[in-house]
């Protein structure tokens, strides 16, 4: 059924997020601002997801804006784009405003959160959205719908403004939208909607960003096209035992993995796409989890394969990572941070 961006088809359903209330940031910042700090796409960054925690119950993105040790947010996820219904609707409600009449939805708008991630940002941080997750259905079935949803995120999270009733955050807007495909998903189109929102990312400042995150295993199960619309690529290296953290493929994979995105003629250029090593900052019992410091070991091994293009560490899930922590009490973030900016 192909999209139409007038009638917004879309279910937004981005679960598990959470807010603090505006009334709860503090008037004066105790970690650095804006002023002494400004994202460079071009160094070693550390990326977390802000999703579903396993290790708290009450996940806080504020506590994430604040930590020095981190440089972009993936708050996650957009699940369905074609929904059943004419409007879209929410999956964390629990933090917005409800409409008061089921028909009402376009009034749905979530001013808490819209406040921490213009907090975030003022930080000096970036703040994407992730589209898909383990439960996802993002399917396009043409080319026309890819441009479609271009649109509609554009305009519901974007800077567009053709649906301005549609915008839970308001004016705020979001820093670029983050390909989180897993096991099944039908990723066709998908080169076409990054490389429509590239294109909408040109006209409007300040820059955005597109990231990707593949599953180690698969580097084909995103579009080359899609790739080549990346700035950041970090390759999931867990929940996969073939090539996770700790197994005798890891290596195998990262070398492949920077080999194939080396290759990438790149629509953004030769500094991309940077190559981030996708790792878990809590053990969920599953494959690829290591202890911080072993972690941080892991990654300097993987620093020498990808070589120039290193972009950093990608990590699910970051308020999982402030709980887990070292045997001198440091936390998953602040010792994979510190790892970063060391020279190997």
């Known amino acids: 059924m192909p999209l139409n961006t007038l009638r917004l ?3 937004l359903a981005v679960t598990s997020w959470a807010s603090a209330s505006p009334a709860a940031l503090p008037l004066q910042l105790t970690y650095r601002d804006s002023g002494d700090y400004h994202f460079n796409p071009t160094s070693r960054n550390l990326a977390v997801y802000y999703g579903k925690a396993q290790n ?9 804006c604040t930590n020095s040790n981190v440089d972009m947010i993936v708050m996650g996820f957009v699940r369905q784009l074609n929904g059943p219904t004419a409007l879209p609707s929410f999956g964390f409600t629990r933090y917005c405003k409800t409409p008061a009449t089921v028909t009402d939805k376009t009034r749905v708008s979530c001013p808490d959160m819209a406040a921490n991630i213009t907090f975030c940002q003022n930080m000096g ?12 259905n993002l399917t396009l079935d043409s080319v026309s719908d890819a441009h479609e949803a271009a649109s509609i995120l554009w ?11 549609l915008r839970p955050f308001g004016n705020v807007t979001i820093d670029g939208f983050d390909f989180d495909f897993e096991s099944g998903a039908d990723t066709t189109y998908m080169d076409t909607l990054a490389s429509s929102l590239q294109s909408y990312f040109r006209s409007s400042s300040p820059e955005r960003y597109i990231s990707a995150a593949p599953l180690c295993a698969n580097n084909t199960v995103l579009p080359y096209g899609l790739y080549a619309n990346a700035n950041f690529v970090w390759p999931r290296f867990y929940n996969a035992k073939a090539c996770c953290f700790g197994s005798k493929g890891f290596n195998k994979s990262v070398s492949t993995w920077y080999n194939y995105l080396n290759s990438i003629d790149s629509d953004l250029g030769p500094t991309y796409p940077r190559v981030y090593l996708g790792g878990l900052s809590f053990n969920n019992s599953n494959s690829g989890f290591m202890e911080p410091d072993a972690f941080v070991n892991a990654t ?9 293009k290193f972009g950093g560490v990608s990590l699910w899930e970051g308020t999982d990572g402030l709980v887990t922590k070292n045997a001198q009490g440091r936390d998953f973030l602040n010792v994979t941070k510190a790892g970063l900016l060391r020279d190997i």
């Not at 708290?56 to 994430?64: H, K």
């Not at 941080?125 to 996802?136: A, E, F, N, Q, R």
């Not at 300097?300 to 120039?308: H, N």
Request: net charge positive; glycine share 12%.
């Open 300 to 308: 300097f091994i993987g620093r020498t394969l990808v070589q120039s």
């Open 125 to 136: 941080k970036k703040v994407l959205i992730s589209l898909g997750g383990s439960v996802s």
């Open 56 to 64: 708290t119950d009450s996940p806080s993105l504020y506590d994430l």
């Open 9 to 11: 088809l879309c279910v």
């Open 155 to 165: 305009n519901v999270f974007g800077a567009g403004t053709n649906s301005t009733a």
